[in-house]
Structure formats: C-alpha cells, structure tokens
C-alpha cells in the first residue's frame, strides 16, 4: 500500500488528539481528586459509587435516630431521677407526720409540700422531647395528665414508641409511665386527705412509707430498664460508626484517585505528547513555500 503525505498527516493529527484527549483526562483527574466526572466515563464505578452513597445515607439516617432515642431515653431518665428525689422527700415528710407531737400547723405546712410535690410529679408525667409527650406511650400528642386525671383509657397510652436504628432492627424509647405516675399521684392524694383529717394518728402514715418504697422500686426498675437501652444505643452508635468508616472506605477506592500514579502518568503522556510532535514535524514534508525559499 502507497503511503501518501496525507496519510501521515492525518495519522499524525490523530494520535496528537488522542495525546490531548489522555492529558485532558488526567488534568481532569487531577483538578477533581476524582476517577471519573460523569457516569459515562465509566458506568462500573458510577454504579457502584451509587450503591456505596446509598448506603452513607442510610447510615447517616439511622445515626440521626439514634440521636432521636437518645433524646427519648436521657428525658426519660432525668424526669424518673426527679421523680425518685421527689419520693425521697415524701419519705422525710411522711416520718415527720407519724409524729404525734406535730401540731395541726405543722401537720397543714406538711400537706402544702405534699401538695406541691404532687402537682410536681404531674408534670413530670406530662414530660416532652421537642412537642411529643414521652410518658404517654403512642399517643405522643396528648399529655399523661391533662389536669383533671390521667388519660387511661387514651389509645396508644401503654404501647411501645419504636424507632429504627438499623436495618430491621428498631429501639423502643419511651417508658410506660401511666401506672407509675398513676399509682404515685394515688398514694400522694392519700397522704394529702389524711393529712387534713385531724383524726389522723402517727401510726396512720406508716403505710405511706411501704407505698413509697413500692413506688421506688418501680421507678428504679424503669430506670433499669432505660439503662439497658442506653447500652444497646451505644453498642448500636459503634456499628454505625464503623459501618460509616468501612463504606466511606469503599467509596473512596471506588472514586479517588491516587495522585503520585496520576501525576506520573501525567508526566510519562507529556514526555510522549512532546515526542510525537517532534517526530511529526520531522515526518511532514516541508510546503511549496519552504522549496520556494
């Protein structure tokens, strides 16, 4: 086969095309930190890279509800925690009235701060993360105590309040508060009759203090319970942390590229780009012009 000048031109041009077109690409690659700018160049990685931000979103997502239940359970506990301070005093001012020698002034000084730590308990029973009432199972709208009485037959008030924190896997965070506060505000309004019945002995109290530690025991137990949760929380925060590392990993590999091989490939094209137009200014033969001269 004849090769003509124009062939070895046209060749020529060519190749110098595909020489700007990979230097493109890697000044490209360089400026981005990025493998690829558009799924085109190449659909395997860009594929993947969407799969792997799924799953970071997802991530994210369930580290977002775990902050959600974090909020639930340290409400819970810190409203259960004033809750026992508040029994705690019960109990002193309980052992103060099983005593005769109080005077009937003493006795309604007693009832005053019985009957605020009552209204105190009510509104611990009324507690709220952001606008949802926490104690009132499901129905989060509505307050465990709306002033009057509890909401026992509320729908919802005794179900679980459950937020995903993994695949398939959810966290229940609320605290069913209606019998604890119910049967707290009970003993309370008990112990606040019987403080205005003047026919009220000392020894007529000493049933308050087993109500009280019963109670007690009831509130320890949800804090128990809430505990636990709290530990599944933070087992859960770890996974999620290390499943952020593992798949931000991955996307990296999948995506970035690596400088010092890009740079040097960068540099090795150069040095190819300038050598073929070196050679093709040699291979192309000199104008009409250049003879004339």
């Known amino acids: 086969m004849r090769v003509t000048q124009s062939m070895l031109s046209n060749n020529m041009l060519r190749n110098l095309s595909g020489s700007y077109n990979k230097m493109a690409k890697l000044q490209e690659q360089i400026n981005s930190g990025k493998k690829i700018t558009r799924p085109s160049q190449d659909p395997v990685v860009a594929i993947k890279g969407i799969g792997y931000r799924t ?32 029994l705690h005093r019960v109990q002193e001012l309980v052992t103060q009235a099983s005593t005769d020698t109080l005077t009937p002034d003493d006795r309604t000084k007693i009832e005053k701060e019985i009957t605020q730590i009552k209204e105190q308990m009510r509104d611990m029973a009324n507690t709220k993360v952001g606008d949802k009432y926490i104690f009132s199972g499901t129905n989060t709208n509505s307050p465990l105590h709306d002033g009057n009485q509890f909401l026992t037959t509320a729908p919802g008030v005794n179900k679980d309040v459950n937020i995903e924190v993994y695949d398939g896997v959810e966290i229940s965070v609320n605290t069913k508060g209606l019998d604890i506060f119910q049967n707290i505000d009970t003993m309370i309004t008990g112990l606040e009759a019987d403080l205005k019945d003047p026919n009220k002995t000392g020894k007529d109290f000493d049933q308050y203090l087993t109500l009280k530690s019963d109670n007690e025991k009831a509130v320890l137990a949800a804090r128990a319970d809430i505990g636990a ?65």
């Open 55 to 86: 799953d970071l979103n997802k991530v994210e997502q369930y580290q977002r509800n775990l902050g959600e239940v974090n909020n639930w359970l340290d409400s819970s506990d810190d409203a259960l925690d004033k809750v026992g301070i508040a």
């Open 229 to 293: 949760r709290q530990n599944r929380v933070e087992m859960m925060e770890n996974r999620l942390g290390a499943q952020e590392v593992i798949v931000t990993k991955q996307l990296s590999n999948n995506e970035d590229i690596d400088y010092e091989k890009v740079i040097t490939e960068m540099v090795t094209q150069e040095s190819i780009h300038q050598a073929a137009l070196s050679v093709g200014a040699k291979i192309i033969q000199a104008t009409l012009v250049d003879f004339i001269r």
